[in-house]
């Protein structure tokens, strides 16, 4: 099993930055998949940004520019630093981890707990 433990989140004003963090711990062989995800009163939850293998990244075209995904190897972290944001950028931000725990299990999904951000001046 795996838990996610978000945090970093908070009110900002606009044009402020903030920095999520998602940390994995638990039995963990190996990770494919970190990804930020939100959402906002009344609407999906959409993907912001995603690293996989931990090379490949991927932006919601909404955050692009404004948006870094990164991930700590050592300590099984995924980070979301956000700057330029916006009032659009508020909603409950959730962290979803794909992992297994070991060579020869598939790999399952994972999702923390949302850390909320509020974009308000």
């Known amino acids: 099993q795996v838990q996610l433990v978000e945090s970093g989140g908070g009110l900002v004003q606009p044009g402020g930055s903030l920095r999520l963090s998602c940390a994995a711990s638990?039995?963990?062989?190996?990770?494919?998949?970190m990804g930020w995800y939100r959402q906002a009163p009344g609407k999906e939850r959409e993907l912001v940004a995603s690293i996989t293998n931990g090379v490949t990244t991927h932006y919601a075209d909404s955050v692009k520019g404004r948006f870094t995904i990164s991930r700590d190897n050592a300590t099984n972290t995924t980070y979301l630093q956000m700057n330029s944001l916006k009032p659009e950028d508020a909603a409950v931000y959730y962290c979803?981890?794909?992992?297994?725990?070991?060579?020869?299990?598939?790999?399952?999904?994972?999702w923390g707990q949302g850390t909320q951000v509020t974009v308000a001046s």
């Open positions: 979803k981890v794909s992992s297994r725990s070991s060579r020869v299990w598939n790999y399952n999904d994972y």
């Open positions: 638990g039995t963990i062989f190996s990770i494919n998949f």
